[in-house]
């Protein structure tokens, strides 16, 4: 083994005399550019800082003229340094007049000076400045020089990243790293949250930057690679980690990386530099981030999340740490993460959740289903916020628009400090109308139902008013858990909704998943169409024993009262007829065993794809009741996949083809006396409410959130003179207009609230 240099541990350990002494900031690093220069036999070493406006500024110098000193200023991309801010890599040139990006600043007196080095100061891969040294004579600087300058930068990032500059910047633009931004994402689950970060994953911080031992630190290093590597191949071996599919996957890459030698030497390298095993570390998934984030190939981009778990995983192990979930938290918390399982995000406290805002997550993840259904605001696909955001900062989601401000201006933090106290004084509101009876101008008694799906919901029912529960998806129960729920463990969960729920009726749903709802513990095949896959009802009849577990479980928790079961996703009677023969194979089994059953049973389906339509008068003679899921019926009648932006929004609810086809199951069931409800997004928007009850809906369920306004709308709505306005233009020939727009027209005629 080769000695290792002394020139970079004696700077380090000089630099750290330097960062304890009680010294202002400009001062310490006037002082810190001093010591880089003489260790390095430089005649100039200079430190550039990122402004909030994209500009380098010169924040000390050792060898310049000390007058440039907060005057110089170059853009990202613009002369040398700017070019090293830009690309993220060290630049490295003889004679820096001669390069083509040399950019002359005659303030600086730089003229003089032909070798150039500069390194960028990174901070978990993100920029904050560029650290420079210079020489008269032309010279190109040697690796082990290169790698002193990137171990030096460092430490100047800490100081950044722990605010140190902020007074010497506040005569000029704060520096980058507090800038306020503005990004962009998708709306996963609407709602406005003003608060302050909270890190899913809060960064292991490394505050012991500078080695004592070379010797001890490259011993540690060693032993907590071989830990990790233990820890993933036990994690490999575990019977819940299936044998194939994407956990393993990604298990099985990090294992992979974990054993990369190329990975260890150059943590190795940077512990002979003179820097901690921890240090060494972040320094090296700093500099690899960096490269990564600025690469096109979307592979590699990829790869950067995996890379940033397992250098996070081993800073774990050399501290000492376990991951931190759940630590203390701010009133008005507001987490920020790459992403997350449903049943993380339960384990936080709802009422300290003012939003989420995730890189990954799509509309149709388990994570948005379980925020939606928590009334969480969240924004999901905002790129690289996790890096952009640290721990404290004030954020605001702003999942009406899929806009995220982190560390906004005062005015804009004003802006939506109105807003959301306006939305709590409608809330308000909303809240006096609870008891009063959902009765329309002209008489007309509605029934509103609440959506839930987790025990966290329940207390929603009495604050909301509702009267029943229209719609309780038994599958959030096996999406948030690790493994698939036994029956001992779903009937102790629906026996507590049962018991919140009091005397009001709850409309079961059989297990609703596969296609977008993938459980990770149950083996799938990936479809090309998931929607229109084997999922729902089709999943139930073909694995039998997951069905007959949850029914059994139902119908013990029904003991003595009612249960009302709904079959979601069926296309044929002849698909309800059998799961309907399943019940009664569990109520024969169940009563040969001497167990309490309910005293009733009421039988359902949701009307969601459109063949059912063609059998709608066979169905409506063998079912208690029926539930129209807009949602996906809406999806399927225009082949529009909901989850796909291009085509989501192009076609409109509220339109000739589907308002008649509402009609059409409306009149059907009231014909035969079979009472009809809908569950979807039309049921608590307020406008479209407003349609499905002059079509004759009586029933309609929808978040909790949405009750109030619904309400609100429907004891100002007067439904025979809307019905005169709406009906007739579904007739054939009569209208092909903007029906929307004529609806709409109606509520501010009439000035009924809609929103």
């Known amino acids: 083994m080769r000695s290792p240099p002394a020139g970079p541990r004696l700077l380090l350990r000089r630099l750290r005399e330097v960062m304890a002494e009680p010294i202002g900031a400009q001062e310490r690093l006037d002082k810190i550019v001093v010591l880089i220069a003489a260790n390095m036999v430089a005649e100039v070493c200079s430190v550039y800082l990122l402004r909030a406006d994209g500009v380098l500024e010169l924040f000390a110098t050792e060898g310049l003229n000390r007058t440039a000193v907060h005057q110089t200023a170059l853009k990202v991309g613009e002369g040398l340094v700017g070019l090293i801010a830009a690309t993220a890599q060290p630049l490295n040139i003889s ?42 004579a032309h010279r190109t600087y040697s690796d082990e020089e290169i790698e002193a300058l990137q ?34 994402g998708l709306i996963l689950a609407e709602g406005v949250g003003l608060g302050h970060v909270v890190l899913h994953e809060p960064r292991v911080v490394v505050t012991n930057l500078i080695a004592e031992d070379v010797e001890h630190e490259l011993a540690r290093l060693d032993r907590a690679l071989g830990k990790l590597r ?79 778990d397992l250098a996070n995983r081993l800073l774990r192990e050399l501290m ?36 989420l805002v995730l890189e990954e997550g799509g509309p149709t993840s388990h994570i948005s289903i379980v925020a939606k259904a928590l009334g969480i605001p969240t924004v999901g696909q905002v790129a690289t916020v996790v890096s952009l955001a640290e721990a404290g900062d004030p954020i605001i989601v702003d999942a009406e628009t899929g806009a995220v401000h982190l560390r906004p201006p005062q005015d804009v933090e004003s802006a939506f400090s109105e807003r959301v106290r306006f939305r709590a004084r409608r809330q308000a509101s909303y809240r006096r109308l609870r008891n009063r009876p959902a009765v329309t101008k002209d008489g007309h008694a509605i029934n509103l139902h609440l959506n839930a799906g987790l025990l966290v919901d329940m207390p929603h029912v009495e604050e909301s008013g509702a009267a029943a529960i229209g719609l309780f998806r038994t599958e959030l129960l096996f999406m948030v858990s690790q493994r698939l729920p036994r029956v001992s463990e779903q009937l102790a969960i629906y026996r507590q909704v049962f018991e919140a729920a009091g005397d009001r009726p709850i409309n079961f749903r059989s297990l609703d998943i596969g296609g977008d709802k ?27 024993a997951l069905m007959r577990t949850q029914i059994r479980a139902l119908l013990m928790a029904a003991a003595g009262r009612e249960l009302r079961l709904m079959f979601p996703m069926v296309t044929t009677v002849k698909e309800y007829r059998t799961a309907r023969a399943m019940v009664d194979r569990e109520l024969r089994h169940l009563r040969r065993h001497g ?25 409506l003679e063998e079912v208690d009741f029926i539930s129209v899921g807009s949602n996906d019926l809406f999806q399927f009648m225009t082949a529009a996949d909901r989850g796909n932006t291009r085509v989501s929004g192009r076609y409109d609810p509220i339109s000739v083809p589907f308002l008649r086809v509402l009609r059409l199951i409306v009149e059907k069931a009231d014909a035969l006396h079979v009472p009809v409800s809908l569950c979807g997004e039309m049921a608590g928007n307020p406008l479209s409410a407003m349609v499905l009850i002059a079509l004759g809906f009586r029933t309609i369920s929808m978040p909790p959130a949405s009750i109030g306004p619904v309400k609100d709308m429907l004891l100002s709505l007067d439904v025979g003179r809307l019905r005169a306005r709406l009906l007739p233009r579904l007739e054939p020939g009569c209208w092909n207009g903007d029906l929307r727009a004529v609806v709409r027209a109606y509520a501010e005629e009439n000035e009924i609230p809609v929103g």
Request: aromatic share 6%.
């Open 320 to 355: 000492g740490r376990t991951a931190e979930h759940n630590a203390a938290m701010p009133r008005d918390a507001v987490l920020v993460a790459r992403n997350m399982g449903a049943a993380e995000l339960l384990d936080y406290d709802r009422d300290r959740l003012r939003g």
């Open 595 to 619: 167990h309490p059953l309910a005293e009733t049973i009421r039988y359902g389906v949701m009307i969601e794809v459109p063949s059912l339509l063609f059998e709608l008068d066979e169905l």
């Open 95 to 136: 004679d820096a007049h001669a390069h083509p990006a040399f950019a002359y600043k005659p303030e600086t007196g730089e003229e003089i000076y032909r070798s150039f080095l500069g390194v960028p100061i990174l901070r978990a891969g993100r920029i904050l400045g560029v650290l420079v040294v210079q020489n008269t």
């Open 151 to 184: 171990t030096t930068s460092m430490v100047i990032a800490e100081m950044v990243a722990v605010g140190e500059f902020e007074l010497v910047a506040k005569q000029g633009p704060a520096l980058d790293l507090r800038r306020s931004m503005h990004l962009d």
């Open 230 to 308: 233990l820890s993933l191949d036990a994690m490999l071996e575990r019977r819940d980690v299936a044998r194939d599919g994407e956990p393993r996957e990604v298990l099985e890459a990090y294992a992979m990386f974990a054993r990369d030698r190329g990975w260890a030497r150059k943590m190795e390298e940077a512990i002979r530099n003179g820097l901690t095993a921890e240090a060494a570390a972040e320094k090296v998934q700093s500099d690899t981030r960096a490269q990564m984030l600025r690469s096109t190939d979307p592979y590699l981009r990829e790869r950067l999340h995996d890379l940033d």
């Open 518 to 544: 993938l459980l990770p513990y149950l083996r799938s095949e990936e479809e090309e169409n998931p929607a229109l896959g084997w999922r729902a009802i089709r999943l139930g009849l073909d694995r039998p």
